[in-house]
Each structure stands twice: as structure tokens, then as C-alpha cells.
């Protein structure tokens, strides 16, 4: 492929075996306009030397993502074209991960669908129960999503993979539908906003705090189709599993996408996450030191502190030195978001020789099987099960209010999931407050939404007290409005 000027962040940087970095014009060459991370994606995706915001594209796909929910409307639309086969059966992807294992007949009935599907079309990248995970935890552990990939998925959070330096949207089923059949799709470029980042996270504070404060500072409508760029001098702070978390919940700021600056980190992870059933080419696009972005805002890591997101917006946050006396029914542990590895040993970590409180569920869903085996294997399953906690198979479960975790009206949720709008996890009179495993670990001790510090720091268990909110309520247990 043709590949293009390199900012000076990236020059001399090792490679990914089997990648290409981008090259420097020749002297010779028109100098062609400044693109973002993004705009250079899709440009080179599309065959095209450059591209700008609004204009409209069509795109080469390298993933195409479905699940249990969203691939049975896609596969029937798929039919109604008239096409007989997928344009690349190593490209398609279908994660039965949803309503699995199947909660119900409705839902045995779609995830057969789904499983008939990938027979008759061969589909390689088919994953079954006990064989799968939560699709956007699952895919890059598995090395079926690299940096320069453009990637769709019927699924909204499909933005996860911009961590790795891809351009990864959510589109619906009949975008997916195309996509199965032709390998390609149609985007409006979008602007771009960027994030300094700088300094280092503070203890108990991860990336989900940084998404939640950002989120809280921009709007759910902050990013609206933008492309959210994450770069500067605190990425080489900033794990992996982090960074997914955050580009997963680029779409809760209303954005297309979000993305990351390709640095060794991301070269580490995917040199150690490499697929043996796609061929994958990682290519590195930094973003030109004159792109224009319409806003830029700096974030000082080390400024961050352990957030909350109250209901019924992501973007009604507090600090957890703000959030008052909050009593809580149930703590989640586990989705897309925060079913990784490095969430479940922050979980252990503040759980291990604690209980949780009397009269809280606490639910742990590992992202994937690699997961649930690396808990168990570490001692983290032993952990949470001694703890009082419920230890899952990986589904989404509560998450979308789908199983395994339903709230009753009057019950309040903290959860590490990436939604908490009105009736998200069951009834609509039930609340979800968004936060870090860190925070829904120490909360599922101390019975009301808590600081891990304060927690860790204790070793009595503590007492829950005041009122019940079984009643019709929307309040804490003194009644106050959250």
C-alpha cells in the first residue's frame, strides 16, 4: 500500500512483524492536505490520497461483527439481497454473547439462527459458548483486530478497537448486511477531537475514570460523529487494558469513533495477540502535526479521581469524594467495558479477605474464557466466590438488561458497565451508576457506593445501615435524590 509522512513520534519506532509504518513524501511528491489518525485510515482504506471532514467514502472492511441480537437481523437481510455467499468468510466474525447461554427460548432460537448461518457459509471466526467471550473483549485477544483495520460491527460499542489504532464503528444490521455481502462500506468522514494526554493515573484510578471524567466534561452529545483522538506524553502511562476501556466508551460522547496513537504498548499487544486463522497487516497512521481538530482539550492523568457516573446519563458524574451516602443493591463487575484481565485483579485485590455486605448481589463476568481460566489459575475465582460474590461464564448478561443481574423497581446498581440510562439493567424504576471495578469492588463491601482507598484500608467488614428503597423511590435510603 501506499503509505505516507510519519510525525516525529512515530519515526524509528520498532515495528509489529508483519507491519508497515508510514513513509516519508518524496521531494518530488504534491504535498497532499494534513489528515487526523482517522482521515488517514479511511483514505488509504478507500483507495484514496486524502480525504476531509463531511465528504462521503466508500471504505474496504477488514472486520465485519455481529452477535446474537444483531446478526439474526442482518443474516435475514443479507438473504433478501439475493447473495449466496460472503464476500471473505475469514473476515466475518458472529459472537453469540448477549442472551448466552441461552436465557430463553427466543434466545435459543436467535443463537441458532446465528450458529445455521455460520455453518452453511463456513465462517471461520464463529465463536460458541465455551469457546467465546464478549465480542469486544473477545476480538483482540484473539488478534482479529490490528492498528489500520476498518472495522464494523452491528454493535455500538464496536469503537473498542480504536485502542489498537483501527477505525472501529457501530453500524446497523443492514450495514452489516452489505458488508457480509460486498466487503465494504459507506462513512462521512468525520471531524476530529483531540486529548492530550499527560501524567500518570493516581492508585485506584484506571481508565474508566478518565472516560467517565472526560464524558462528564464534554456531553453525551460532546463528540457528536467525531472521531475522539487519544495521544501525548501520558499514553506510555496508560495499559491496554485501559485504553479499551475508553474507546469503548467513546460512543457515550456521542462520537464515530475513537482512537489511539499507535505506540510500543500497542506493538507489545499485538505482537503477543496474533491471529492463526486471518491474515492481519498492521498499518501505523499518525496523525499529521498540522490535522485540524475543532477542539483539543489536555488531560492531566494524575489529576483524575476515582468517578461516578449517577443516573440516567454517563455524563452525570461526580467525583467519589462528592457522591454522599449511596446505598446499593447489587455491584457488576464484568462487560465489554470492564471484563478484562487487569479489572478482575483490581477486583481481587480489594475483595480478597473481605465479604461482601449483607443484602448486596455482587456479580463478576470475566470478558472472555482466557480470562475466566487466567482467574482461575491465579486464584481470583477462589477470591470472589470467598468473598460472597457470584463468579460468571462470560455473557453481557445485565448489562443491556438482558439476565443473570435484572433489577427490580426501587433497586440501584453500580456497575462497570457502559450505560445507565432509564430501565438499561430491568424495571424501569431501578438506577445504574456507572464506575470503575475499583470503585464497584470496594461498594460491594461496604454496602453504598465507597471509596477503594477507605475500603482497602479497613479490615473490619463493615455494617450496612438505613432505610430500605424497596419501595417505589428514586432516592438513597435518607431519602435524598441522586
Known amino acids: 500500500m501506499e503509505t505516507e509522512k510519519q510525525n516525529d513520534t512515530e519515526k524509528g519506532a520498532e515495528s509489529v512483524a508483519g507491519a508497515s509504518e508510514e513513509q516519508p513524501d518524496r521531494a518530488d511528491k504534491p504535498k497532499r492536505p494534513p489528515m487526523t489518525m482517522t482521515q488517514k485510515i479511511l483514505a488509504a482504506r478507500a483507495s484514496l490520497d486524502h480525504v476531509k471532514p463531511g465528504q462521503f467514502i466508500e471504505a474496504n472492511l477488514d472486520v465485519v461483527l455481529a452477535n446474537d441480537i444483531t446478526?439474526?437481523?442482518?443474516?435475514?437481510?443479507?438473504?433478501?439481497?439475493?447473495?449466496?455467499?460472503?464476500?471473505?468468510?475469514?473476515?466475518?466474525?458472529?459472537?453469540?454473547?448477549?442472551?448466552?447461554?441461552?436465557?430463553?427460548?427466543?434466545?435459543?432460537?436467535?443463537?441458532?439462527?446465528?450458529?445455521?448461518?455460520?455453518?452453511?457459509?463456513?465462517?471461520?471466526?464463529?465463536?460458541?459458548?465455551?469457546?467465546?467471550?464478549?465480542?469486544?473483549?473477545?476480538?483482540?485477544?484473539?488478534?482479529?483486530?490490528?492498528?489500520?483495520?476498518?472495522?464494523?460491527?452491528?454493535?455500538?460499542?464496536?469503537?473498542?478497537?480504536?485502542?489498537?489504532?483501527?477505525?472501529?464503528?457501530?453500524?446497523?444490521?443492514?450495514?452489516?448486511?452489505?458488508?457480509?455481502?460486498?466487503?465494504?462500506?459507506?462513512?462521512?468522514?468525520?471531524?476530529a477531537i483531540r486529548f492530550e494526554l499527560t501524567g500518570q493515573l493516581g492508585k485506584w484510578v484506571s481508565g474508566k475514570d478518565v472516560i467517565l471524567h472526560i464524558i462528564g466534561m464534554i456531553g453525551v452529545d460532546g463528540a457528536l460523529y467525531k472521531s475522539m483522538e487519544f495521544m501525548g506524553p501520558g499514553l506510555e502511562n496508560l495499559p491496554m487494558d485501559d485504553r479499551f476501556t475508553m474507546a469503548n466508551m467513546a460512543i457515550e460522547a456521542g462520537a464515530k469513533n475513537g482512537i489511539f496513537a499507535v505506540d510500543e504498548r500497542t506493538r507489545a499487544y499485538m505482537r503477543s495477540h496474533r491471529s492463526k486463522t486471518m491474515e492481519k497487516q498492521a498499518h501505523t497512521y499518525a496523525a499529521d502535526a498540522d490535522a485540524e481538530y475543532e477542539e483539543t482539550f489536555v488531560v492531566d492523568l494524575a489529576e483524575i479521581k476515582p468517578t461516578v457516573s449517577f443516573p440516567h446519563l454517563p455524563d452525570n458524574t461526580k467525583t467519589i469524594d462528592q457522591v454522599g451516602d449511596v446505598a446499593i443493591d447489587q455491584a457488576v463487575i464484568g462487560s465489554c467495558t470492564n471484563g478484562r484481565l487487569d479489572d478482575m485483579v483490581i477486583a481481587a485485590k480489594i475483595l480478597k479477605g473481605r465479604r461482601v455486605a449483607d443484602g448486596v448481589r455482587c456479580i463478576i463476568i470475566p470478558g472472555t474464557q482466557q480470562v475466566y481460566l487466567d482467574c482461575v489459575k491465579l486464584g481470583y475465582a477462589e477470591t470472589f466466590i470467598k468473598a460472597g460474590a457470584v463468579f460468571s461464564t462470560p455473557t453481557c448478561g445485565p448489562c443491556l438488561g438482558g439476565h443473570m443481574g435484572i433489577l427490580a423497581a426501587g433497586e440501584r446498581a453500580v456497575s462497570t458497565t457502559n450505560r445507565n440510562f432509564v430501565g438499561r439493567m430491568g424495571h424501569v424504576d431501578s438506577e445504574v451508576c456507572l464506575a470503575s471495578p475499583a470503585v464497584a469492588a470496594a461498594s460491594a463491601v461496604a454496602g453504598k457506593l465507597a471509596d477503594p482507598e477507605a475500603v482497602f484500608k479497613s479490615k473490619k467488614r463493615p455494617i450496612r445501615i438505613g432505610k430500605d428503597i424497596s419501595k417505589k423511590n428514586k432516592g438513597d435510603r435518607n431519602g435524598k435524590s441522586v
Request: hydrophobic share 45%; proline share 4%.
Open 71 to 191: 446478526g439474526p437481523v442482518a443474516i435475514r437481510e443479507f438473504e433478501k439481497m439475493g447473495k449466496k455467499r460472503v464476500f471473505d468468510r475469514t473476515k466475518i466474525v458472529l459472537v453469540p454473547d448477549h442472551f448466552t447461554p441461552n436465557k430463553d427460548i427466543k434466545a435459543a432460537e436467535q443463537a441458532k439462527e446465528l450458529r445455521d448461518f455460520a455453518k452453511e457459509q463456513k465462517i471461520v471466526h464463529y465463536f460458541e459458548v465455551g469457546a467465546m467471550g464478549i465480542e469486544h473483549a473477545l476480538l483482540p485477544e484473539k488478534g482479529l483486530t490490528v492498528a489500520g483495520d476498518v472495522i464494523i460491527g452491528a454493535d455500538s460499542h464496536t469503537c473498542t478497537y480504536g485502542a489498537l489504532g483501527a477505525f472501529a464503528t457501530g453500524v446497523g444490521s443492514t450495514d452489516m448486511a452489505a458488508g457480509m455481502a460486498t466487503g465494504k462500506a459507506w462513512f462521512k468522514v468525520p471531524a
